[in-house]
């Protein structure tokens, strides 16, 4: 179903509660303690995010003990991003139909039980079951906005859309840090023993400060046609950008996976139109705005990853090599602590800059931000003060990111599809991160081919990424314009 009301700045931040008050009248609108409420959303996001990326300094360690080549443990981080794509807008579907909090909790104990079994796993093959059914915990972050967007308004709604996104950031450079102090000092288990400590956490805190709404906000049958094929499509489209690189990118076997989910794709969409209750609801992307924030979504999702996998190689390669930092685990993860603060605080000040030049305009600042940062990397990757500052003023900026997109997403959602359009946007996202590491290894693989300085070649990394920031930057004038012409036409 379309939106009713275009997304102007107006919209969006003179009047925060705007983002939630079409249509949302099937849960209550207040919570009697909103900061609890707010606090145990975003320490279940917090929880997902630690959980996704926790795993990258141990990758190395993994593929050593449990005996596995780069690429199957490379796996154990993409079987996470495939299911969680596919997972998330599913199961905000299914928040839309059974109630958000029911759902958010049947996740998070979901998400705790992969844990443990992830932190006892004797071999690879259960590891990778585990990762699959921790991908779950994607739908955390689209259930907690639409949980915050039925039950809050005013300052307090426009607080929990910077706490909530800010968790996604902020959890990822924890992450990094956590993981890497924890495989230099104890084991790989214990960054699954500990998460899951943190994620039971979380569900108490839930159980505790999150009411029971009232009856959910639709009641319709299961879109299975639209879930089967949504499914089959990401995962083909997925698993040919996440394993073109090493599979070759003219392999008859890429081609065949990535064709294979574009049709599929393409299918969902003329089914989905004859469908009177879609998983997802491909009309509203016949609506510009839509889409621009999809591009800035993918932008938001992809630069990040970008540094998740350079900066770690960039930063532990010896110093002889002329290039390398010379760091060892610990000293790299704690060098990207900075850019995961500010990830935090880019977030939380997104409601004042909001207030200030509209969210248009506020979009436009988080990818100009990125874009600034990346450069920086890109012009001084062998200098480590200048890595620091500039991967640390790009994570400011893709706190901002993270916040200015759920807040547009949610603006455009009625209440009986907000957690399917959030779940669908974490899909955008989600597909950007993927795509991070196969591209960089490809452009640093042509680089190695090519006999280019492996400094130029990470510099190039660097400027894929700036790259993305400006089609941000693009997607968000765009919309602001956009917005404009709306508010002209409005008056």
Same mark, same amino acid.
């Given at each position: 179903?379309?939106?009713?009301?275009?997304?102007?700045?107006?919209?969006?931040?003179?009047?925060?509660?705007?983002?939630a008050?079409?249509?949302?009248?099937?849960?209550?609108?207040?919570?009697?303690?909103? $900061?609890?409420?707010?606090?145990?959303?975003?320490?279940?996001?917090?929880?997902?995010?630690?959980m996704?990326? +926790?795993?990258?300094?141990? %990758?190395?360690?993994? @593929?050593?003990?449990?005996?596995?080549?780069?690429? @199957?443990?490379?796996?154990?981080?993409?079987?996470?991003l495939?299911?969680?794509?596919? #997972?998330?807008?599913?199961?905000?579907?299914?928040?839309?139909?059974?109630?958000?909090r029911?759902?958010?909790?049947?996740?998070?104990?979901?998400?705790?039980?992969?844990?443990?079994?992830?932190?006892?796993?004797?071999?690879l $093959?259960? +590891?990778?079951?585990?990762?699959?059914?921790?991908?779950?915990?994607?739908?955390?972050?689209?259930?907690? #906005?639409a949980?915050a967007?039925?039950?809050?308004?005013?300052?307090?709604l426009?607080?929990?859309? $910077?706490?909530?996104?800010?968790?996604?950031?902020?959890?990822a450079?924890?992450?990094?840090?956590?993981? $890497?102090?924890?495989?230099?000092?104890?084991?790989?288990?214990?960054?699954?023993?500990? &998460?899951?400590?943190?994620?039971?956490? /979380?569900?108490?805190?839930?159980?505790?400060?999150?009411?029971?709404?009232?009856?959910?906000?639709?009641?319709?049958?299961?879109?299975?046609? &639209?879930?089967?094929?949504?499914?089959?499509?990401?995962?083909?489209?997925?698993?040919?950008?996440?394993?073109?690189?090493?599979?070759?990118?003219?392999s008859?076997?890429?081609?065949?996976?990535?064709?294979?989910?574009?049709?599929?794709?393409?299918?969902?969409? %003329?089914?989905?139109?004859?469908?009177?209750?879609?998983?997802?609801?491909?009309?509203?992307?016949?609506?510009?705005? +839509?889409?621009? =924030?999809?591009? %800035?979504?993918?932008?938001?999702?992809?630069?990040?990853?970008?540094?998740?996998i350079?900066?770690? #190689?960039?930063?532990?390669?010896?110093?002889?090599?002329?290039?390398?930092?010379?760091?060892s685990?610990?000293? /790299?993860?704690?060098?990207?602590?900075? /850019?995961?603060?500010?990830?935090?605080?880019g977030?939380?000040?997104t409601p004042?800059?909001?207030?200030?030049?509209?969210?248009?305009?506020?979009a436009?600042?988080?990818?100009?931000?990125?874009?600034?940062?990346?450069?920086?990397?890109?012009?001084?990757?062998?200098?480590?003060?200048?890595?620091i500052?500039?991967?640390?003023? +790009?994570?400011?900026?893709?706190?901002?990111?993270?916040?200015?997109?759920?807040?547009?997403?949610?603006?455009?959602?009625?209440?009986?599809?907000?957690?399917?359009?959030?779940?669908?946007?974490?899909?955008?996202?989600?597909?950007?991160?993927?795509?991070?590491?196969? =591209?960089?290894?490809a452009?640093?693989?042509?680089?190695?081919l090519?006999?280019?300085?492996v400094?130029?070649?990470?510099?190039l990394?660097?400027w894929?990424?700036?790259?993305?920031s #400006?089609v941000?930057?693009?997607a968000?004038?765009?919309l602001?314009?956009?917005s404009?012409?709306?508010?002209?036409?409005? /008056?």
């Amino acid at each position: 179903m379309p939106p009713s009301t275009p997304v102007t700045d107006a919209a969006v931040s003179i009047d925060p509660g705007a983002v939630a008050s079409r249509e949302r009248q099937a849960e209550p609108a207040t919570t009697a303690r909103p $900061g609890l409420f707010i606090f145990a959303l975003s320490a279940v996001v917090f929880s997902f995010s630690l959980m996704q990326t +926790l795993v990258v300094p141990a %990758l190395p360690t993994l @593929g050593r003990e449990l005996g596995a080549t780069g690429q @199957g443990a490379g796996w154990i981080l993409t079987a996470f991003l495939l299911a969680g794509a596919v #997972l998330a807008p599913v199961v905000g579907n299914l928040g839309d139909r059974l109630g958000h909090r029911r759902v958010l909790l049947a996740v998070v104990l979901v998400f705790a039980a992969a844990t443990l079994l992830a932190a006892l796993a004797p071999n690879l $093959g259960l +590891l990778l079951v585990a990762r699959v059914v921790q991908g779950v915990s994607t739908a955390t972050f689209p259930l907690a #906005l639409a949980l915050a967007g039925g039950m809050l308004r005013g300052p307090r709604l426009a607080a929990a859309f $910077g706490w909530i996104p800010g968790m996604i950031g902020l959890g990822a450079g924890v992450a990094l840090v956590v993981g $890497g102090v924890v495989v230099d000092t104890l084991s790989w288990r214990w960054l699954f023993a500990l &998460g899951a400590v943190l994620i039971l956490a /979380s569900a108490a805190m839930v159980m505790a400060w999150v009411p029971r709404a009232g009856a959910p906000a639709v009641t319709r049958p299961t879109d299975w046609p &639209g879930i089967v094929l949504l499914a089959g499509g990401l995962v083909g489209v997925l698993l040919a950008v996440s394993q073109g690189g090493t599979w070759g990118w003219g392999s008859s076997l890429t081609l065949g996976v990535g064709a294979a989910g574009v049709a599929l794709l393409a299918l969902l969409v %003329l089914v989905e139109l004859r469908t009177a209750a879609p998983v997802v609801d491909v009309r509203t992307f016949r609506h510009g705005p +839509l889409v621009l =924030i999809s591009l %800035l979504t993918v932008a938001v999702g992809f630069v990040p990853y970008v540094c998740y996998i350079a900066l770690p #190689l960039l930063m532990q390669a010896p110093a002889g090599t002329g290039y390398g930092h010379g760091m060892s685990v610990t000293a /790299s993860a704690l060098a990207m602590l900075p /850019s995961a603060v500010l990830v935090f605080l880019g977030g939380r000040t997104t409601p004042l800059l909001v207030a200030r030049c509209g969210a248009g305009g506020a979009a436009t600042v988080a990818a100009a931000v990125m874009a600034v940062g990346a450069a920086g990397l890109a012009l001084w990757p062998t200098t480590p003060w200048a890595v620091i500052v500039g991967f640390s003023i +790009l994570g400011y900026g893709n706190g901002i990111g993270y916040a200015i997109c759920a807040r547009l997403v949610m603006s455009w959602s009625p209440a009986a599809e907000a957690g399917a359009a959030t779940g669908l946007n974490s899909v955008v996202r989600t597909i950007g991160s993927a795509a991070a590491a196969p =591209i960089v290894t490809a452009v640093l693989s042509a680089g190695a081919l090519a006999g280019h300085d492996v400094a130029h070649s990470y510099s190039l990394v660097f400027w894929v990424a700036a790259g993305a920031s #400006l089609v941000g930057v693009a997607a968000a004038l765009a919309l602001t314009a956009r917005s404009r012409r709306d508010d002209t036409v409005a /008056s």
